[in-house]
């Protein structure tokens, strides 16, 4: 299957600031998700980006399918950010294999 | 319009019992899919189902089974359960199998004690 390596593992930081997380894959894909898992469980659908640049509001993320990876960019981040962040990169419809992702902490 | 509804949101079980969870997808999307969080593991995939079929199936045993109806309703069961059963699971729908984007209900959370 296909390897996801997501950095960094965890991250700190002070609210307001901004942040670029990673996703690096093994092999050519041609759908890939970012989701946002909150503290209580509720896994949100991000971004739906199996290439170029979305943005959505504070959020915006690129994906260079050629060169296998994703970024997930946060500006001005707040303490409801918190949470794990997933990329989710596949071939096989709706069965998505999850990495360990990236766990944020927005201090206040 | 409605998101995922999953229920019941929190349960207990004892070893051996069985288990069923229910999960109403969005209106209008037809395919269901499960997916199991526990700490060691991470976000496994347990089945999808579309049109009331089931299209794949995870790395599960067989204690684990599901169904769907004519609604898209789905339900997942697991039977004679264990200690390591304890998990979130998570139900997510989407308009049509395959590579589409997901939405996800907020979970049934069971501990088995």
């Known amino acids: 299957g296909i390897q996801v390596e997501q950095s960094p593992p965890d991250l700190i930081l002070q609210e307001g600031a901004n942040s670029t997380l990673r996703c690096n894959f093994s092999?050519?894909?041609?759908?890939l998700q970012w989701f946002h898992q909150n503290p209580w469980g509720q896994l949100i659908n991000l971004f739906y980006?199996?290439?170029g640049t979305k943005q959505n509001g504070r959020l915006s993320a690129t994906t260079v399918a050629t060169e296998r990876y994703s970024l997930l960019y946060i500006s001005s981040s707040q303490t409801t950010d918190s949470g794990v962040y997933f990329c989710?990169?596949?071939?096989?419809?709706?069965?998505?294999?999850f990495g360990g992702g990236t766990r944020l902490m927005v201090k206040p | 319009k409605a998101g995922v509804t999953q229920t019941p949101r929190y349960l207990i079980k004892t070893r051996g019992q069985q288990v069923t969870l229910s999960c109403s997808p969005i209106?209008?999307?037809?395919?269901v899919s499960w997916y199991q969080q526990t700490p060691g593991q991470g976000l496994q995939f347990l089945f999808e189902?579309?049109?009331?079929?089931?299209?794949n199936k995870g790395n599960f045993p067989g204690r684990f089974s599901g169904r769907q109806f004519s609604n898209s309703r789905s339900e997942m069961n697991v039977s004679t359960l264990e200690l390591g059963d304890s998990a979130l699971y998570l139900c997510?729908?989407?308009?049509?199998?395959?590579?589409?984007?997901?939405?996800f209900g907020a979970g049934s959370r069971l501990t088995v004690l």
């Open positions: 980006i199996p290439s």
């Open positions: 997510a729908s989407s308009f049509e199998a395959g590579a589409n984007v997901l939405t």
């Open positions: 989710v990169p596949g071939n096989a419809g709706n069965m998505l294999t």
């Open positions: 189902y579309f049109s009331e079929t089931q299209r």
């Open positions: 092999d050519s894909v041609n759908n």
């Open positions: 209106s209008g999307h037809r395919s």
